[in-house]
Every structure is written in C-alpha cells, then in structure tokens.
C-alpha cells in the first residue's frame, strides 16, 4: 500500500466524512458553488506556500508514499487533493453540528 498510503489516508477521511451528506441532509454537496469559492483560496494559497516551500528546498514528499503524479513545480497531486479533502471533511462537520444543533446557516429562505 505503500505507493498509494497518502491516497489512502485522504480516502478514509472522506469515507469518515461523506455520510454526513445523505444522513443529516447538511447539504455541502448541494451548495456546490459555496463550496468551490471555499475550496479555492485555500488549494491556491497552500498550493503556491508548498511550490515556495519545495523550490526552496524545505519541503519535500517521499515518493513510495505518493502517487507519482507530479504538478508542475514538482507538486504532488496527492497534496492537492489533500488541500480539497481537508476542507471538505472540516466543513462536513461543521455543518453537521450546525443541522444537528439547529443553528441557522444564514441563507434560510424567509
């Protein structure tokens, strides 16, 4: 599993995270494009950080854990999609404790 451990990890939090969706109807799927305009400033920010951090040489990624698939920058995929899994699980919990404890999200039709 060595070669697809980042992978891995990434899938588990998913699985962890995406049953939220169907179950307690948070509805972050659904809201697809809040979602991609939370998603974006943090896969670039981290993105160009990681970019600066590996052309600076104090950032690197061991191969036989990742995928491969290298970005431009020698960036891995595996680290992208990291910035997209990450976020994506945080704001699942989140707004499941806001359904659960029935705070208002604020976009409420009146």
Do not use: K, S
């Amino acid at each position: 599993m060595g070669r697809f451990a980042y992978l891995a990890v990434l899938a588990g939090c998913l699985a962890a995270a995406l049953w939220l969706e169907p179950i307690l109807r948070v509805n972050v799927l659904r809201r697809w494009r809040r979602l991609l305009l939370t998603l974006l400033p943090v896969v670039l920010v981290f993105g160009l950080w990681d970019l600066a951090a590996i052309a600076a040489g104090h950032w690197t990624f061991d191969p036989e854990q990742t995928t491969g698939v290298l970005l431009p920058g020698d960036l891995p995929l595996d680290e992208v999609l990291f910035f997209v899994v990450v976020p994506c699980c945080a704001i699942l919990g989140f707004e499941a404790v806001r359904a659960v404890l029935r705070w208002p999200a604020g976009d409420e039709p009146t």
